[in-house]
């Protein structure tokens, strides 16, 4: 029987819009209104569709095209090292083809059990440092705690709050001041059976991370996320204050550039939480990273930021990764792709149970951009 071969290579950058302006980080300036996916669509010789995130270059779909999709995506280890460009798209095939969600085919692949429904926590990313044209901290705060409210209202039950200020965009003693202003305001707005995580994007050194921690005790917080660049000699004083002090806040990180060392981390009890980008690490790498942070009794929590597509695709790890932490909720409107059946019940992401990712795309605007700003092979 002849196998089927990849046939048809499309891509093409979307355009979408969150609800809000999301302001600075501790090191960058404005992330802006605006999120930009990259799309590829991926058809076989049989007629099959397969659609996901991709940043592969135009040099990457030629190597691809006309190949066999057993040399693509392997079912018992999922996208192969040639196919890996194109990994999410190709996982939506296979599911396609299998007639059931990315989530199940994974589980499979995994050796777990398939849920019946799926259903995963998540937290609300938005809340970004957007009160530096506010003078007054009790002001600062304030907004901060409307954004989250909102948030709750989407029905979010999860937070995580930008902070490191003083690394940066204010002076340090003041920006300090107002982090903790602002951790204590959204505790205050969000209630306290709610988590509230904060990322400081590398903004501290150690000591200013233990005062932070230290005076919001109170506000018990799930996790910190990146507090300063990898360094296993301060993570290991971070991790015995904390002990000393009584304070069981988790330590995250593995978001920027993805440091094998933090593994080794994980396995030490140093790092409790790894977050590598699902889409620069890859959905088939994370599916084996997620079981060997399993056995290492590590939390997974992939990073997607600004790709919008990282909502639906993050998810369907859950189902084959024991510890899975939280999915990154970064909310965001992209004409052209339609996640039919996602929302936001109680803090958990809902996944519809339809073949594939379970998103789809709309031809006309899908097209449109190929011509606009993509590629399409042959």
Not at 166 to 187: C, F, K, N, P, Q
Not at 210 to 218: C, G, I, P, Q, W
Not at 341 to 359: K, N
Not at 365 to 375: M, T
Request: overall charge negative; proline content about 6%.
């Amino acid at each position: 029987m002849t196998q089927p071969t990849l046939r048809r290579v499309e891509w093409a950058r979307l355009e979408g819009q969150r609800p809000r302006h999301a302001g600075r980080n501790a090191r960058l300036d404005n992330h802006g209104t605006t999120v930009r996916p990259g799309i590829a669509r991926l058809t076989t010789s049989d007629g099959h569709i397969g659609i996901g995130f991709s940043r592969a270059p135009r040099t990457a779909a030629e190597q691809i095209l006309g190949q066999p999709l057993a040399a693509l995506f392997d079912p018992d280890a999922g996208a192969t090292a040639l196919g890996q460009p194109f990994d999410c798209a190709l996982w939506d095939l296979a599911a396609k083809q299998a007639g059931k969600p990315v989530y199940a085919l994974a589980a499979e692949m995994m050796s777990k059990a398939v849920p019946a429904a799926l259903r995963v926590p998540c937290y609300d990313t938005s809340l970004y440092i957007d009160d530096l044209h506010l003078a007054e901290e009790q002001a600062a705060a304030a907004l901060i705690a409307q954004e989250a409210q909102t948030g709750w209202e989407q029905g979010h039950r999860a937070f995580k709050v930008k902070v490191g200020r003083g690394s940066r965009h204010m002076e340090l003693e003041a920006g300090t001041r107002r982090d903790i202003a602002v951790i204590r305001a959204v505790r205050a707005a969000v209630g306290p059976d709610a988590t509230l995580m904060i990322d400081a994007n590398n903004g501290y050194n150690l000591n200013l991370t233990k005062r932070v921690l230290a005076e919001t005790a109170e506000c018990r917080l799930h996790w910190v996320e990146e507090p300063f660049h990898e360094d296993r000699v301060l993570y290991d004083d971070l991790r015995a204050w904390m002990q000393v002090a009584g304070i069981q806040t988790l330590i995250a990180d593995g978001e920027g550039d993805a440091s094998p060392s933090l593994l080794a981390w994980a396995e030490a009890g140093v790092i409790d939480v790894v977050q590598y980008d699902i889409f620069s690490y890859g959905f088939t790498p994370w599916l084996h990273l997620g079981q060997r942070l399993d056995g290492l009794h590590a939390q997974s929590a992939p990073h997607h930021y600004g790709a919008h597509v990282g909502n639906y695709v993050a998810p369907h790890l859950a189902a084959a990764i024991g510890r899975f932490g939280f999915v990154e909720w970064d909310e965001a409107a992209t004409p052209g792709l339609i996640p039919s059946g996602y929302r936001i019940d109680e803090g958990q992401v809902v996944v519809p149970d339809r073949p594939g990712f379970g998103f789809d795309l709309d031809e006309v605007v899908f097209e449109r951009a190929v011509d606009e700003n993509g590629y399409r092979l042959p």
